[in-house]
């Protein structure tokens, strides 16, 4: 029986977002919170391995009570047990704290029901940084494969598993032992379409909530903000800059327009020494 | 059946107004309702402009101010703008009638408001399945026992399905309840944009004493450049909504598209400076029934009932439609659980709905205000004329000083029949008595 | 006591990203950036490089080369290939042995994957995907601090990062965001080599076969000359007349994400925020209206020229030279007067 578990982020749509010019901070109010896509393609491929090999599929997040949300999701793609770890002393945790956190968790449900793999999004749309999933590894002492885009086997018998994961200048197939770590990319899985039974299922699914006390006792010093060596010192809008010179084809005709453009920008030396190469 | 068949008492399809209420009175009377939504969440499709009245949301929840609802700003102040291309005459009421208790009506914004109505119904014991898209009908002898959705293993069942699917009705037309498709003669497109601007900007531009007072205007003249269409402002707490609905056949004659009709109203020199410095939130198109009673599709069949903008049941002149939604999704519920009651969900038994709409405000304005889009469509010169003549009027009465009274009041009345013969002012004026008397 | 400001030297079968000349330029920067609290403490700062590999002491010499005083050189067969655990490992026990202030790794597909785990493995800090860096005072902290400033919640915010009481104080850069310094081939250095044991249990995770792929070998990031196109093409066509005028300037096609989402074309070429960071001499983006997260990826070129049909497309805020236009009447016109001119001067 596989244990695979999915380390999962909500997260603001970003493709959505609105900034309060006065305070250069997020306005939450009306954004709508999602799971993490890498984090949900993550969950795909597990649910499609759980299925090939039988077994069990764990999910957890640290986040804010309606991070269930998120975890439901999960449930509905085909989670067996979603754990939430959330309580105010989290809050304001960077990576290291964050990875802090759900590494002690990983490690209570490792104790109770062995771990065979754990999954993370390649990174979550939020912060981008991509630092949570190869934190935890090393806490953990987990081998870890980042950038998956394929899990070609998992060999719960003799203890390995095939990984192939995309670097800027190829593919690398990876051999690891279990129990191992990856990041996923979204070719790892597709998103399956729930069957309306599942999805109902996941509605009336309630995860578990585990506070910083229970089960795990976290170290204060190692959360929340004080656990966290980083902090923001400012933040604010991008700078905005000056419109460039335009030329109009509807003023200047179309010949016309495309001359002065080019003679423009030939009139700077570096580009007209490109071109130059060029010839 | 090989599993479990999903079977509940009653499908209500669509999760806005109209369903919500439906499910939450059938929910409190016992029934085991399924309420099936396409948006991730109920409200994440939908937008308005938009006012809620107060009389309909306390009919379902009498102790409604008490459960927090989010709800922007009463609507103190209220009334038609009227638009020249460069000047504005206000006719708006505030304090007296307006200033009941509680308040008639209130701006909310839909994103927040139907996730939040949906809950009340969920607190009735309702069952909500969102991110599902209603298909199509099962059918057991001909009469309807259930939907399809688009999922795997997708098919539920119950005795009775409530649609409220909203303006654009496929699942109406499937069951043939109404002969046509989306007339669009008979339906607008309303684009609005939500615009954020500091609540104390709010007040201080449009004249409001503080974050308790709002208003409600309906936009007439310029705003649609000349098509038949209003226009109209709400105030949200931090923000304003501002948009314009014109019918889409006379928006696709005209060529215009959404956006610019939507730019030149925001661009207005009357408007733009209310908004100045906003940011834009949010970006809708939606359509809205304004055919009432002449595109109204029959209101149940064996297994159904319909509700809401689905059945057309908008009034278009008064920004009524959530209301209307409410009450027929109310009495839709009932008429479930009388349905259940009797053990008889037959389109003879499940007639009682007609009826009861027929005593109340939804079917007798609908039937009054039934010639009012034809009429709007053939009085274009309701949108451009009339509101700059208003304008011409009120602005030369109050400027025509040493100008001897009676030469004044000819030139007011010939600004008015250079563009319209005086006789044929009278005609519309008739005309549009008639048409929203509904004689 | 010497304050030590760190770059990994990334490498890839014995060459040098580039990325690590671009960090080393940078950490000079900041050591100038520190020059007044050296003066007044009399302490010294370096810029000191750490390399980790097999038989690459050519890349040793490089780097110094680019700026960096001392190389830090750890070498074992294991090292070969990059795989994260033994080079944590490694880069973990120098850090411990040396105590840097600060830490510069380049956000490349490895930079990321190691940056993380070695930020954890010594409980510090760590800022990614930085667009700024400088040292900088901070509250009533005595000495400068590392302000790593970055792009945050899809590139609407910028956000300055600061890691207070812990060291080193990391960040990662991705390649391209700050210029490759002068190579100065006479420079001089020292290169210690460092042992360490690679241990079995480090070596749980194995490469089996390394797959070259020409598609993802673009190098978007260092061409002089990229022609990006956009939603605005409106099909995958489109890309065939956005080749022929990168073709006629002797440079590489770029997208925005639009087009990518489209299916017109592949990931490899996304310019902006989630794609790649890009500063060639001259940048033509073609239909592409010059959102935030595009921005951000192409602003810092030296010369932008944009063709848009709508005169308030904001790529236009950070163009040298704009041109309003139906792109598929400006590029062909564009096209055949560059030709004409070629043979003009033939
Ligand atoms: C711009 C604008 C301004 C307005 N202003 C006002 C105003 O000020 N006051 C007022 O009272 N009214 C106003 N209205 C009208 C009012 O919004 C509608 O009349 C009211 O929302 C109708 O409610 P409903 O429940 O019938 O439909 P909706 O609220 O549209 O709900 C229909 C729901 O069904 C779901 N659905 C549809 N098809 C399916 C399917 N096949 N399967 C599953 N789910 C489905 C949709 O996602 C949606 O959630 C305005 C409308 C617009 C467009
Ligand atoms: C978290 C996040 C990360 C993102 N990362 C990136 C990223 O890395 N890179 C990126 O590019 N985007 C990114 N985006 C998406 C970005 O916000 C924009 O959606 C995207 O850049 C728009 O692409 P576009 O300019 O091609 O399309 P559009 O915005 O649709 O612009 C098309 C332009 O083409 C013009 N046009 C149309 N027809 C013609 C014609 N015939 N001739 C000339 N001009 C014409 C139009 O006027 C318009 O300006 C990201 C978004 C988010 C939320
Ligand atoms: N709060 C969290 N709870 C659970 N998993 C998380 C959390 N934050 C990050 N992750 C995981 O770590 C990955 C990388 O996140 P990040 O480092 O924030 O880019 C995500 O895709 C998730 O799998």
Redesign the pocket.
Known sequence: MIHLL????QVPDTTNIRIDPETGSMIRKGVPAIL?P??AH?VASAAEWKKKLGGKLTV????PPAAEEALQECIEMGADRAVL?SDRAFAG?D?LA?SY??AEAIRKIDQEDHVDMV??????I????????P??AIRLGLPLVTYAVEIQDINEEEGYALIIRKTESGKEIIKTKLPAAL?AEKAIADIPYAALPDLITSLKYKPEVWSAQEPVAYDVAQIGLEGSPTMVAKSGSPEAHEPAETISVEENGLAGAVETALGKMLSNTSVAALLEDQQ | MSKDKLQYDVIVVGAGMAGSTAAAIAAREGLNVAVIERGVKPGSKNYFGGALYTHALVDIYPDFFDRKPPLERPVTETGFWFLSDDGLVKATVQGGVVNSDPIDAYVALRAEFDPWWAEQAVAEGAFIIPKTLVEDFLYEDGKVVGVKTDRPEGDVYAPVVIVCEGVNNLLTQKLGLIDHDLKISKTALAVKQMISIPAKDINARLGLPDNNHGMAISVMGDVSMGLAGLGFLYTAKGALSLGVGVTLDALQESGIKPYELLQRYLEHPAIAPLIKDGQMMEYGAHLIPEGGWTTMPRLYTDGVLVAGDAASMVNALHWEGTNMAITAGKQAGLTAVEAHKKGDFSAKSLSTYQDKLSDLFVLQDMKQYRKFSAFLKNHPQFMDIYPTFINDALGMFFTGFGKPKRKLYKDILRSLTSRRPLFKAIGDIIAFGRSIIGI | MTRRFWVFIEQNHGEMHPVAAELLGVANCLVSEVADELKASGEEAVVEGILVGHDVDNVAKEALMYGAERIYHVDDPAFEHYLNRPYTEALTHLVEKYKPEVFLIGATTLGRDLA?AVATSIKTGLT?DCTKLEMGPFRKIEKKLLLATRPAFGGNVIATIVCKDHTPQMATVRPRVFETPVRNPKAKGEIIQESFEVTPEMMAAQLVEFINDQTTNLNLEYAEVIVSGGKGLGNSKGFELIKELADELGGVVGSSRAAVDGGWIDYAHQVGQTGKHVRPKLYVACGISGAIQHKVGMQDSDYILAINTDPQAPIFEVSTLGVVGDLYEVIPEMIKQLRAQKGASA
């Open positions: 999915v380390s999962v982020k993490n890498y984090d993550a957890v997040t640290m986040g770890v945790s990576t964050t956190v759900l999954f993370f999004g390649k990174q979550a939020d912060g981008d940084t991509a630092q949570v999933g934190g935890v990041t | 993380g990614a």
